[in-house]
């Protein structure tokens, strides 16, 4: 037996490290230490766990890391009262929804270092999650599943392959620090004040142009966004065409209008016509005059210092203005720039 495990049999220690011992391969004898809350198996040449394992009833900390496993030990899926695993440095491609559902208590979760392309939706069975780190894999895409995790509050997607984010993930409204670094990101999707709890963004080294509506009332105390292809702070021709509006647009922002008035014949007749409703529920405002529109609006930008957001920096980011018509953005009462054409 190894004189490690005799040692921790005779103390009876909460703890047992066997970081780098060289160790391939680890005999079913440790799963006689079931009173250890932590085992550190880190920077070894592991592949595999013993089935047996499973007895660690008490273990809340296991450190995998630096290891050589391909897949994900099955032996997981049964040491349910886990709350930090660290599976970094491996060769791991693939997370099996079972181990998934056999970690309900699991808070952190680190995956950095392997070669990931998926996150299976079963992902939401971590329903206790507050940290989850998956740099350096190859992630494509991330389910909106991962937007029933209530409980996250630190994200870190650093150097995948993500071209987009779904707008689900803006229900995370206790996420402090998201870090979507160095992927593929063309663009933030609308609904970004969820996040009010948002601290940390790091979307440098992405393909953005322009930050979501409403970026500027964010509480960060972090914006990292170089090496993106944000709009330059320099005024654009301004775009003198007047725009024919189609008449599902002209009546939906008279219904829009009127909606808002409670006495109104249509505001009362609109719970009556649910599909109606759920068309216009998708209604946007315009920047300018205030008044909503449905599906026809001017892209504009704004440029905002990141000194009046509170940060250091005296940067200028463009966020995205929408505005209801050519009317309202020839006015010269406001500083937003056309971007694109109607
Ligand atoms: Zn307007």
Redesign the pocket.
Known sequence: MASDLVRALKTKAKSLSLSSRKITYLTKDYAKLTWITTLKLNNNYLSDLPYELQCLEQLTELNLGNNVFDEVPSVLAHLCHLKKLYLYGNKIKHLQPQILEGLPNLVLLNLNHNRIKVIPPEIHRLGRLESMSITDNHLEQIPAELGLIKSLTEVNFTNNKLTRIPQQLYSLSQLRKLYLARNNLTELPEGILSWRNLKTLDVAGNHLSVFPVGFQFLTLEELFCEGNNLVSFKPMESIQEKEILSLKELSARMILRDSTNKFSMLSRALPFYPELQDLLSHWGQ?A??S?PFLTTWLECVQFINLKHMGMKSSEFIPVRVL???YD?FNRNDHRYYGLVQM
């Open positions: 315009c300018v005059c008044m505005l209801c018509s309202c």
